[in-house]
């Protein structure tokens, strides 16, 4: 088998991502499994029971799901609608690996969220090329929204900065207002309570009008 170079740009650091794989055939999960492993992948997952996908993905962020069609209990489809469901915020590759070769087959399949099609017996080298391509799109997902996610921390930080800015200027200001009365209690006595009793009306209307305190 012709494998990938693992030093090429951009796929070195794929070698990481979770892969599911899922095929009611044994033989075929076990050959899937090796492949991948050889080519370093180290976090790969295998099941048998298209059931125990759904619960899988609850818990773990898979990058990539290698997913067969005809399968007892639930087939493909059935699988890929109950993860468009749950999985409706994220996006997921999927790669379809079947037997069925027929035009509506395919075209169900890429219509319920498969992002590539491989049909049953593949090559093995297409296959990891198709993988490691599919695995980049979603690192670059994952950048993006991590970027994304950085972005929407520092207008957080920006905010909380202006609106602290604010109430400093604003603690400013009363205080200039507050010793500018206190100066014309030095100068005239009756002035200067006049303007502390104004202040004090105004805040009694302020309240009355409904403004907080």
Known sequence: MNTLDPTSPGRQQ???????????????????Q???????????????????????????????????????HMDGFDVMRALRETNSGDYLPILVLTAQTDRETRIQALELGAKDFVNKPFDATEVMNRIANMLEVRLLYNE???????????VRERTAELAQRNRDLEDARLDVIRRLGRAGEF?????GMHVVRM???????????GYDQ
């Open 144 to 154: 993006r929204r991590r970027q994304k996610e950085i972005l929407k921390d520092k």
């Open 187 to 191: 100068r005239d006595n009756e002035t």
């Open 14 to 32: 794929d070698k990481s991502a979770h892969i599911l794989i899922v095929d009611d055939n044994q033989v075929n999960l076990q050959l899937l």
């Open 34 to 72: 090796a492949l991948l492993q050889r080519e370093g992948y180290t976090n790969v997952t295998g099941v048998t029971d298209p059931r125990e996908v759904v619960p899988l993905c609850d818990v773990n962020r898979y990058d990539l799901i290698l997913l067969d069609i005809r399968m007892p």
């Open 199 to 209: 202040s004090k009306y105004c805040e009694r209307l302020a309240l009355a009008t």
